[in-house]
């Protein structure tokens, strides 16, 4: 009798201890921030072709559009900045959610994939630990073929577990594998109501002080008229000196206005309509 219930005994403390990995095993994976956490919206950033034929004779505007243009100016040059550098990693980690992750255990997964930027094919490998506040996010990529690099952490971040905010830090490059921008994210709702880049790369290539340091835009939506907004603080090229520039305007009627002391003087809204065109600040 005391035989069969040491048996019995033995038999429930596996079963238990089995069924716990199982548990462990199962746990979902934690949620992948949304792919728009790295990417500004640049696209609704435009304003509506004038179709009058007075505004445009063969092709060239008579009308001053000297605000919106400065504004698209400024946004273009970020714009620029962040497709060349977000290219692969904006492809990269888009790709993540279309993959099973693998449990590696201690509260990790794993999302491994190729993916092709421009022709070049790459292999990413992306892991999640669940932490006690917060998931820690590792992204490493290869490169195959012409320029092939083997895996280096190319970027890794923080969601908090509700899946509403969170921070990516991009490193340059294979070359100089050191911070260089830093995204901070933050969900409105359904969507991103906030994307923050800041550039925190200490030294350039030639080792010399990076003066474009803590420069940085702002993107946000809000629920006001002019719904969208850039906050820009922006290096000039001097050590130390920075501009700043504020825009807002409409995603629906692309009027807005912007400010910028360093460009028109002063600390006024300098206003533009639906068209582009300059118009007095209400």
Same mark, same amino acid.
């Given at each position: ?65 000297? %605000? ?9 040059? +970020? ?27 201690? %509260?990790? +997964? ?26 820690? +996010? ?32 991009? %490193? ?54 002019? %719904? ?55």
């Amino acid at each position: 009798m005391k035989r069969l219930t040491s048996l019995t005994l033995v038999i429930v403390l596996v079963a238990g201890f089995l069924g716990g990995c199982k548990k462990t095993d199962n746990t979902p994976a934690p949620t992948l921030p949304p792919a728009t956490s790295m990417s500004i919206d640049f696209s609704n950033f435009a304003a509506k072709k004038s179709t009058s034929a007075e505004n445009n004779i063969q092709g060239l505007t008579t009308v001053d559009k000297s %605000n919106y243009v400065f504004a698209s100016s400024i946004a273009g040059i +970020w714009s620029t900045i962040l497709a060349i550098n977000l290219a692969v990693p904006v492809a990269s980690f888009g790709l993540a959610v279309n993959n099973i992750p693998t449990y590696l255990g201690s %509260n990790t +997964w794993e999302w491994k994939y190729d993916f092709e930027v421009v022709g070049a094919t790459f292999k990413a490998r992306l892991t999640g630990e669940l932490k006690t506040s917060d998931v820690q +996010w590792k992204m490493y990529i290869s490169k195959e073929g012409v320029g092939a690099f083997s895996e280096l952490l190319w970027y890794s971040g923080t969601s908090q577990l509700d899946g509403k905010s969170g921070q990516w830090v991009l %490193n340059h490059s294979k070359e100089f594998p050191e911070p260089a921008l830093q995204i901070d994210w933050q969900i409105d709702g359904t969507s991103i109501g906030s994307v923050k880049y800041t550039y925190i790369r200490d030294l350039k290539d030639d080792r010399t002080t990076e003066p474009f340091k803590l420069s940085y835009i702002e993107y946000g939506v809000t629920s006001n008229t002019l %719904n969208a907004f850039y906050n820009i603080h922006m290096n000039n090229g001097t050590q130390g000196v920075f501009n700043d520039v504020f825009i807002e305007w409409s995603t629906t009627a692309h009027n807005g206005h912007v400010k910028a002391n360093n460009q028109f003087g002063d600390d006024l809204w300098h206003c533009w309509n639906e068209t582009g065109e300059n118009v007095v600040c209400n």
